[in-house]
């Protein structure tokens, strides 16, 4: 299986001690759910951009908020375990202390299954060679 057709189960964690919600935000050559494919530098330069620039938690449309805080962001220098699922080595994780009972009772019953990149980005169309013989 070649990794444009991959289907991926993506990490995340709770830790109900702590609050902290811990998810893949962005993986490496593979498509994510937007049909987009991310190269290595792609990933790491996002990644290190959010911690220079950002350093801030949007929640669905909720810019800024205070509901949850970034507390680790980083890429992952080996592949791991992590809850149900996998970290990759390359892939972009982030995890959040969430200050709401209300927003962790969403992380608790699986209404929020992970992180979502809001961002702008310029696109490159890759042609489709499965078709050729």
Request: hydrophobic share 35%.
């Amino acid at each position: 299986m070649d990794n444009n057709s991959e289907q991926v189960n993506l990490a995340k964690a709770l830790d109900e001690d702590k609050k902290l919600f811990t998810a893949v935000v962005l993986r490496p050559e593979v498509v994510d759910a937007h049909g987009d494919i991310y190269s290595h530098e792609v990933v790491e330069k996002a990644c290190h951009d959010y911690n220079i620039n950002c350093q801030a938690a949007n929640l669905q449309h909720i810019f800024n908020t205070d509901l949850v805080t970034p507390v680790e962001s980083y890429i992952s220098k080996a592949t791991h375990t992590l809850g149900d699922g996998e970290v990759v080595e390359g892939d972009w994780v982030l995890t959040f202390k969430v200050e709401s009972e209300e927003i962790w009772e969403m992380c608790k019953d699986g209404t929020f299954t992970g992180m979502s990149v809001g961002c702008s980005a310029r696109v490159v169309e890759l042609e489709d060679d499965s078709n050729e013989s």
